[in-house]
């Protein structure tokens, strides 16, 4: 078994401003992993808070670890060993999205199929960054027009405050208004508790499906409040990372959202959606920084959840990936062995 490495510098073709900085692209860690002539193919997006802030970083921790005899051992063991050995969680996704790809090809059937699932039918949502109103009237109809995008989720928690966040929102509505297009918010912890509640009303009169991490990490204590008498469903993502945060703030949410580079991969997000559901929490599938190889894997599982905002590679310029297509505003995995997400110039 071996394990190959390469950096790829990502350049974002729409800059992402967000409620904590702006992010312009990203330099991100690709993992080859050949073992009896067939080879699986894994993704890192670097995030300080998910334990790897660069490429460099990651590999570090990979090939300390891949000293280690994994051959016979089960995906799953695998995946604990590395959470026990402290790899970070996005060099952990790397790998084992590579492991599950390559389990794929060598029963040659798409990934999808492997695990028992069928196809993901709703819609991905893609994303319009934090932005001024004018920005917003010329960009949201370049994400529309003739793309079968069909719901936008709309980044909100200004550092300009709520007042900044309305203007811009609106903006949206006005810009998106002719084309067949649902609304999603995601504040990314930039409002206190009362801008929350104050926020929540306001978009529930405009028609938003639902609100994803209201208060800042650290915050939690104060989602019981939030809560009770919400406007809108509460959806967790920075607060939720594995599933074992999960029975933490059940009570005080409707769903959780994970990422594949948050929580370490396809094996941990199963972890999550099964212990989602048994609380009766709804599930959602986001992503970072990922180009078609990660994206893909995510929609090999996307029949799991009942939201997916798997569009980073959207805004990529350029993906130096292809692989699950959009097709009418829905992710579609591809039939092909493994994920089947794969490099161009492969």
Known sequence: MRLEFQTIHLPKRFPLRISRGNITG??????????????????????????????????????????????????????????????????????????????????GMPLYRLLGLGKASVVTSVTVGINPPEVVRERVPMLLDGTGVRSLKIKLGSPEGIEADQEMFSAVVEASRGYDVVHRVDANGGWNLEDARTMMNWLAGHGVEYIEQPLKQGQEDQLASLHKDRALPIYLDESCRVAADIPNWAHVVDGVNLKLMKCGGITEALRIVAVARAFGLQTMIGCMGESSISISAGAAIGALFDHIDLDSHLNLNPDPAIGAALIDGVLVPSEEPGHGGRMIDA
């Open 26 to 107: 990203s330099d991100n860690l690709f993992v080859s992993l050949t073992h009896e002539g067939i080879t699986g193919l894994g993704e890192m997006s670097p995030g300080k808070t998910e334990g790897a802030d660069t490429p460099e970083a990651g590999q570090a921790a990979l090939s300390r670890f891949f000293d280690q005899d994994l051959q016979s051992r089960s995906i799953h063991e695998i995946h604990l060993s590395a959470v026990g050995a402290g790899v970070p969680a996005c060099a952990l996704a790397a790998l084992d999205i590579a492991l599950w790809d390559w389990l794929a090809k060598k029963a």
